[in-house]
């Protein structure tokens, strides 16, 4: 390989540090860097706050953080090389395991050298003039950059309730996504989970088994967890992966949720609740996330539904002793998955335990945070410890936690007062070079996120490319585009029982957040062939422009290079 100035010797100096800035160093943000700078060679800076790479396995270490994608697919399928190299050793490995493989991922590819590390993005603006972005940092620091890309994760943005009080707390208290480097010592403390999402579900068994001298979990709405079932791999397990990888991966990158599961067809609707369970038990025997995909209409059919939701909470009732406290754990509010659900190692039997009890804050909310403890409508909770599993700002609160201007100085905050606007998930109109990994809009959270992810970095890789190639200075999706994906979005929601729970994937559980269905639910794989054809119509709903002074402004022409193959 050499590289290759594709621009004509009349062009004029570089005015910009860098082609490409990346901000975040997750699973998005190191491929990313790995395609523009080893593939098309492009100069590229990644700029991440945490001190390593990871993103989410970096930050969230609490005790039971682990996959509930299956390892041999929870990874990257781009680079042989790193999957020869690698071998899972669960079926759903923990925190250090995940970090372990991406800081491989890492320096197998040689990518720390462009990383830097322990720096915020702050704000980010688009010179109109100069057809470039603008990149300043916590540091004081400004990069300039002809492409602006969005690696910062969908949950990475913590989120903490109001609560009154909270800072007043004398005991230890942390936020699950923002654990502690050390380890948590919860022998003979009096401790305080609140939340019982897919977090507070992982962390409440482990607590549980720490010897702690009480656990007290602080629930607002019963979750429906499925059995993980997971099992160490064997030298038998991991070779039958490896003979099946193509397979596996094919299955995966083809299916509406990324996983490498066949699709369902079949309804429940009409069938007895015994022959519902007949098709259900092999599948929660299994565990894991095929249960989900037991009946096609899970999530458009209420009858199917139903019928399934009733199913899980029949096992909620059959594995927790007191039948009082297995109705406080059984969900009735909303219907299974339309919530993310969660899967669980022993979740429900915890309650069985002496040293563990359940506050449901619907009857006796938390009224304040005191230097003791928690103080109910009921009574006062002594605690020497606390755990937040709140939650995060999910899909546009670290995207929003950046001041981003695009043209005009228009702000993102301001463009998406009512939610997110965007054309695929990828571009913003008003935002011109500047692409989002697993924006809103986009399958991302309702997928195996490692697919969702690759597909993303390699439609955006090949659209720089596109432009590089072929001498086009900016890419912006129009209005018209932009507002016809928006109205798609929200009519495909609309067809499901999603938009009747209160969810993250709502935005409800952030206050004054505008209530709207953010992820993309036309399925994977057909949003994967519309990104395809977007592509080979040449940019189709995008504006393509050669040259700023098209702006009506004149600017300034940075040089970009790609490889060419010897
Ligand atoms: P992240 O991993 O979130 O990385 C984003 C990075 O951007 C972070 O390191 C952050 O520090 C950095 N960043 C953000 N803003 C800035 C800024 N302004 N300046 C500098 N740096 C910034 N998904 C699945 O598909 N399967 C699973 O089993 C699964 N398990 C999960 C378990 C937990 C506990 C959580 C919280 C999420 C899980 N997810 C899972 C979702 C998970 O987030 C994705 O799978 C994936 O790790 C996302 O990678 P990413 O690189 O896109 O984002
Ligand atoms: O967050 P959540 P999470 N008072 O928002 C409660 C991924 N993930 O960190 O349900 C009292 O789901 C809130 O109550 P309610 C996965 O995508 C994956 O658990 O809103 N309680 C809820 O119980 C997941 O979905 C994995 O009524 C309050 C909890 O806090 C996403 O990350 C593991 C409250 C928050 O649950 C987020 O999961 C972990 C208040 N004021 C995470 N405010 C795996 O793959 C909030 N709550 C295994």
Redesign the pocket.
């Known amino acids: 390989m050499s590289e290759t100035s594709i621009r004509g010797s009349s062009e004029s100096p570089e005015q910009t540090d860098y082609d490409a800035v990346i ?7 190191l491929y990313e860097l790995h395609r523009l700078r080893d593939e098309l060679g492009l100069s590229v800076k990644v ?4 001190s390593d790479v ?7 270490r609490y005790p039971g ?1 682990r ?3 299956e390892s041999h697919v ?1 990874c990257y399928s781009f680079n042989d090389e790193l999957l020869d190299e690698w071998d899972w050793s669960e079926r ?1 490995p923990e925190q250090p395991e995940v970090l372990e493989y991406l800081r491989l991922a890492a320096d197998h590819l040689d990518l720390r050298r462009d990383i830097e590390f322990d ?4 704000t980010a603006e688009f010179d109109d003039s100069a057809g470039t972005w603008k990149i300043h940092t916590d540091d004081g620091e400004t990069v300039r950059s002809q492409f602006f890309i969005t ?6 943005k913590p989120f903490i309730p109001d609560f009154e009080g909270i800072e007043s707390f004398e005991g230890w208290w942390t936020h699950t ?1 923002k654990w502690p480097h050390d380890p948590v010592d919860f022998e003979d403390k009096q401790v305080a989970v609140v939340g019982t999402g ?2 507070g579900i992982q962390i409440i068994p482990e607590i549980a088994t720490s010897n702690p001298a009480h656990l007290t979990v602080f629930q607002r709405t019963p979750n429906y967890a499925v059995p993980a079932r997971n099992r160490p791999l064997d030298e038998d397990d991991r070779a039958e992966i490896r003979d099946n990888y193509d397979e596996i991966f094919d299955l995966a990158h083809s299916s509406g949720f ?1 996983h490498p599961f066949e699709a369902a067809y079949d309804t429940a609707e009409g069938l007895s609740m015994e022959e519902v369970e007949k098709r259900l038990e092999p599948r929660w025997e299994e565990g894991g996330f095929r249960f989900m995909l037991t009946f096609g209409d899970l999530v458009t059919s209420a009858e199917t539904n139903e019928k399934v939701s009733e199913f899980i909470r029949q096992k909620i009732r059959e594995t927790v002793d007191d039948p009082d406290l297995a109705e406080k754990l059984v969900p009735r509010d909303h219907y299974y998955a339309t919530k993310r659900p969660p899967l669980h190692t022993d979740y429900y039997r915890t309650y069985n335990r002496d040293d563990v009890s359940l506050v449901d804050v619907t009857e006796t909310p938390i009224e304040r945070i005191t230097p003791s403890g928690i103080r109910t409508s009921e009574t006062e909770h002594e605690f020497d410890m606390i755990v937040y599993a709140t939650g ?1 700002d999910a899909m546009t609160g ?1 995207l929003l ?2 001041d981003i201007q695009g043209r005009n100085g228009l702000t993102l905050e301001e463009k998406w007062e009512d939610g997110p606007k965007t054309y695929l998930g990828l571009g913003i109109h008003g935002f011109p070079n500047m692409f989002t ?2 924006g809103p809009q986009s399958p991302s ?1 309702l ?4 697919v969702s ?1 690759e597909h993303h970095v390699e439609w955006i890789s090949d659209a720089v490319e596109h432009l590089v190639r072929n001498d086009i200075r900016l890419i912006e999706p129009t209005k018209e585009a932009e507002e016809s994906w928006t109205v798609h979005n929200r009519q495909v929601a609309e067809q499901t029982l999603y938009p009747t729970a209160d969810s993250w994937y709502m935005n409800q559980n952030i206050p004054d957040k505008p209530t709207v269905f953010t992820p993309y639910i036309g399925g994977a794989d057909l949003y994967h062939d519309t990104i395809r054809e977007v592509a080979e119509k040449g940019y189709e709903g995008f504006e393509l422009t050669e040259s700023v002074t098209n702006l009506g402004q004149q600017g300034e022409q940075p040089r970009l290079r790609v490889m060419e193959g010897d």
């Open positions: 901000v975040g160093a997750g699973f998005s943000g700029i991440e706050k945490a990871g993103g989410t396995w970096y930050w969230n953080a996959c509930d994608s929870y759903y720096t915020e993005v702050t690696a910062v994760g969908c949950l990475s996504g897919a977090t990324g995060f670290t936690q950046m990994i697993t959270v997928t195996n996120m490692p992810i």
